[in-house]
């Protein structure tokens, strides 16, 4: 049993030589002799490539970004595009996404519908975020409301009717759910 597998393992190395032996005698085998084995790639084709695989994957992202464009959340496709027609500017529009998330809304909609709920959250994201210069986002928060709003005007003393403990127990609610 064991001299027919090596009987057999001998038959298949006398085969693998003639046919390396074939290899070399032909004219592919006579090219690897002469000039020996050209494992280098030129670059130029490595490089055409590369960019070939780069292109086609920028592609790609655009056909998917192209076909998925119109699927932003329905709030806030709704709030981009009142804002637009109501002559917001981009900046403006991020303002108030900002003070909506830092704020805990679930879209920017209620600050634009309403200056009371503007001037309130606005007051909790200077007073979470402990902005360095307030009159600076104020001014801006001024224009903005100016926009939304007519006759808007930015009271720093939203706490009229409140004395100080409830102003602070309202402040110290909203930032609580702030986060």
Request: glycine share 10%; with cysteine; net charge positive.
């Amino acid at each position: 049993m064991m001299s027919g597998k090596l009987l057999i393992l001998g038959q298949a190395n006398e085969a693998a030589q003639k046919a390396v032996e074939r290899v070399l005698s032909s004219e592919v085998g006579k090219n690897i002799r002469d000039n020996g084995i050209d494992t280098k790639l030129d670059m130029r084709l490595l490089m055409l490539a590369g960019g070939a695989v780069l292109m086609l994957f920028g592609l790609l992202g655009v056909i998917r970004w192209w076909r998925s464009r119109d699927n932003r959340s329905q709030p806030m496709g709704v709030f981009y595009k009142v804002g637009r027609q109501m002559g917001l500017k981009t900046r403006e529009l991020l303002l108030l996404r900002k003070i909506a998330k830092y704020t805990g809304l679930a879209t920017p909609l209620a600050l634009m519908m309403s200056s009371g709920t503007l001037q309130v959250h606005a007051h909790v994201y200077i007073e979470a975020c402990g902005i360095q210069k307030p009159d600076k986002f104020i001014a801006a928060i001024e224009v903005l409301g100016a926009k939304l709003f007519d006759g808007f005007s930015f009271s720093e003393d939203l706490n009229d009717g409140l004395n100080d403990k409830e102003h602070e127990a309202a402040i110290a609610e909203a930032l609580k759910l702030a986060g």
